[in-house]
């Protein structure tokens, strides 16, 4: 699996972005994808999960209630949209995909393939 991520790009605190992950191959909707984030200096971080189905959703305490993660199967696609932005949002921004379901689907190495990573930056 390729994973191509994109949406990026710089935006004032209280805006939105939203994030796409292109997947190549056609066992996508057998995978669990998520999004992780990495700011300069500290170690990378999950974001959100969703279920192969898309039925499950798992976020990070610090963007609950302001990303949604998203999944259409049919266009190999994962996204997360991201609103009311902070500052503290500011990193490198990946998608992963784990084969099958995994109760740990916050650890970073329990993803099999990463995408390139899109840079998000918040102004204050």
């Known amino acids: 699996v390729q994973l191509q991520a994109s949406g990026g790009g710089l935006v004032q605190a209280g805006g939105s972005l939203r994030l796409s992950c292109a997947a190549s191959g056609r066992t996508f909707s057998s995978y669990t994808m998520g999004w992780f984030r990495q700011a300069p200096g500290k170690e990378r971080e999950f974001v959100a999960a969703?279920?192969?189905?898309?039925?499950?959703?798992y976020y990070a305490d610090s963007v609950k209630g302001r990303f949604t993660i998203s999944r259409d199967n049919a266009k190999n696609t994962v996204y997360l949209q991201m609103n009311s932005l902070k500052p503290e949002d500011t990193a490198v921004y990946y998608c992963?995909?784990?084969?099958?379901?995994?109760?740990?689907?916050?650890?970073?190495?329990?993803?099999?393939?990463w995408g390139q990573g899109t840079l998000v930056t918040v102004s204050s």
């Open positions: 969703i279920s192969e189905t898309g039925r499950r959703t």
């Open positions: 992963a995909a784990q084969r099958g379901w995994s109760a740990a689907y916050y650890n970073v190495d329990q993803y099999n393939y």
